[in-house]
């Protein structure tokens, strides 16, 4: 079993900055794409941003040029760094991971718990 874990949210004023982690453990054999998604109330679950084990890097429309994703392969973590943040980016941040077992046939995706970030004055 593979274990996710976020960290880094909190409050923060329109204009600020934050940097969320996501580190997955436990049983892992190989973590192919990680990625952040975040979701409010009521609302489905979007994608923010996505980094493949080789570093190919895709965001939404919505953050291009203020969010930064990026990833420490030996640590199997990865980071979302977050600039002149707006309240619309205010949800709760879910970092997924897509991971090859050494027996499965293709990518398992894992959750974590969530890390709740608010933009407001």
């Known amino acids: 079993q593979v274990q996710v874990a976020e960290s880094g949210g909190g409050l923060v004023q329109p204009g600020g900055s934050l940097r969320l982690s996501c580190a997955a453990s436990g049983n892992i054999f190989i973590v192919n794409t990680m990625a952040w998604y975040r979701q409010t109330p009521g609302k489905q679950r979007d994608l923010v941003a996505s980094i493949t084990r080789g570093s190919v890097k895709k965001y939404s429309d919505s953050v291009k040029g203020r969010f930064t994703i990026s990833r420490d392969n030996a640590k199997n973590t990865i980071y979302l760094q977050m600039d002149d943040l707006k309240p619309e980016d205010t949800a709760v941040y879910y970092c997924?991971?897509?991971?090859?077992?050494?027996?499965?046939?293709?990518?398992?995706?894992?959750w974590g718990q969530g890390t709740q970030v608010t933009v407001s004055s």
């Open positions: 997924n991971v897509q991971h090859l077992g050494r027996y499965t046939p293709g990518d398992v995706p894992f």
